[in-house]
């Protein structure tokens, strides 16, 4: 299988919305997604020959990357495409100056959580109540990585 990493333009955005919605149950709305696009932001999508796979969205200030969003179609999903985009994106900030890079993941998001402690991310810190559910709010945990 060929895949290809493209760079996320503003008019990708109407096409990388249906995965952002099947990917987070409250998820960034379109004028979110387009306000991410461009300056500090930088972010990539990952396709084969004919569907798109997942993407991320990251942003660069000061030698230090926040991962702000990432995302796999639910039909690829479990296959290794989370690891091929987060090492993408690793590598992007790197090339971009990052030293230090961020993310926060929702609590009960084992599958993620498990990746990023597998990629040599540690947690730092933890926001009670950041993150809407379906009942109530969830916890945010607060990750960090040097490269």
């Not at 333009?9 to 696009?37: A, Q, R």
């Not at 690829?76 to 985009?85: A, S």
């Not at 992007?92 to 990629?119: C, F, P, Q």
Request: glycine letters at 8%.
């Amino acid at each position: 299988m060929s895949l290809t990493f493209l760079p996320i333009t503003l008019n990708d955005v109407g096409t990388l919305m249906p995965i952002e919605n099947d990917c987070h149950s409250h998820p960034w709305s379109e004028k979110t997604f387009k306000s991410c696009i461009g300056d500090r932001y930088f972010g990539h999508y990952l396709k084969d020959k004919e569907h798109i796979i997942g993407f991320y969205i990251g942003e660069y200030i000061l030698g230090e990357a926040t991962l702000m969003d990432i995302c796999i179609s639910p039909s690829y999903q479990g296959n290794g495409y989370g690891k091929h985009i987060l090492n993408f994106f690793t590598n992007e900030a790197k090339s971009l100056g990052a030293e230090k890079l961020h993310l926060e993941v929702r609590a009960k998001n084992i599958s993620a959580l498990m990746m990023y402690i597998n990629d040599g991310y540690a947690e730092i810190a933890r926001r009670t109540g950041y993150y809407p559910s379906a009942i109530g709010y969830e916890d945010a945990i607060v990750m960090t990585k040097s490269i």
